[in-house]
């Protein structure tokens, strides 16, 4: 166990169905991400959250929308999906976004994501 | 910018035998460097990072990668291959990149474990 969980493991829905993937960190970390992976692509950021402020959105499609209500916790709320959307789900968390200067503060702890299926 | 590449998409062993997966970076920092290993429909496991403190890092499951510099290298390797070593693993780099150190992954090295 990481200390990253991530529900639910596994979702199937129709293109025009929406849900939302949960995250949950018990490290005390302030940085969170969502990673996209792919069969056959390497491993694509989505999103950044530090201290529940967006830092980074990585020319994400708006079918993809994140929430962090505070820093423990992320979502990724999905609508109107398409078949190519299909893939695992990777949260992630850290310290803080590598900027303490601390040698650790920027290794990244993965759950064990989400396997999403679009129909 | 930073760049990882891994130079082996698939490496078969047997078990018992050493493990070695190849990894080479390139960075115009002085950079952290990570090891991740992922089982089938599972998460990404950090298995070691490189910080500067040492250059042989040793990590979980009798792992251990040595930072060369001069070669940029980051080798993986282990002594004995177990069956339940058999994974994806991903050599990873960290840079500042838009105000954050980012995360770069290479391509991931598919290691199979024979009896």
């Known amino acids: 166990e990481t200390g990253v969980t991530q529900t639910p493991r596994h979702l199937v829905m129709g293109m025009t169905n929406k849900k939302s993937l949960k995250c949950e960190q018990h490290l005390g970390h302030n940085a969170m991400y969502w990673y996209k992976q792919s069969a056959k692509k390497p491993l694509e950021l989505m999103f950044v959250?530090?201290?529940?402020?967006?830092?980074e959105n990585n020319s994400v499609p708006s079918r993809f929308s994140p929430e962090c209500p505070n820093s423990s916790h992320l979502f990724l709320h999905l609508h109107t999906l398409q078949p190519e959307d299909s893939a695992l789900y990777l949260c992630?968390?850290?310290?803080?976004?590598?900027?303490?200067?601390?040698?650790?503060?920027?290794?990244?702890?993965f759950g064990p994501g989400t396997r999403l299926t679009v129909l | 910018a930073q760049s990882v590449t891994q130079l082996d998409s698939h490496v078969s062993v047997s078990e018992g035998t050493p493990v070695l997966l190849r990894c080479n970076y390139s960075?115009?920092?002085?950079?952290?460097l990570f090891w991740y290993v992922q089982h089938p429909n599972k998460g990404l496991q950090l298995l070691l990072k490189?910080?500067?403190?040492?250059?042989l890092v040793k990590g979980i499951n009798g792992f251990e990668a040595e930072f060369k510099k001069s070669e940029t290298s980051f080798h993986l390797t282990k002594p004995s291959a177990h069956m339940s070593d058999a994974a994806e693993y991903f050599c990873v780099v960290s840079g500042p990149s838009g105000g954050y150190n980012k995360l770069i992954f290479g391509a991931g090295t598919r290691l199979a474990v024979h009896p």
């Open positions: 992630a968390s850290s310290q803080d976004l590598g900027t303490s200067g601390g040698a650790w503060a920027d290794t990244q702890y």
């Open positions: 490189y910080t500067s403190a040492a250059t």
């Open positions: 959250y530090n201290f529940k402020e967006q830092t």
């Open positions: 960075s115009s920092y002085s950079p952290s």
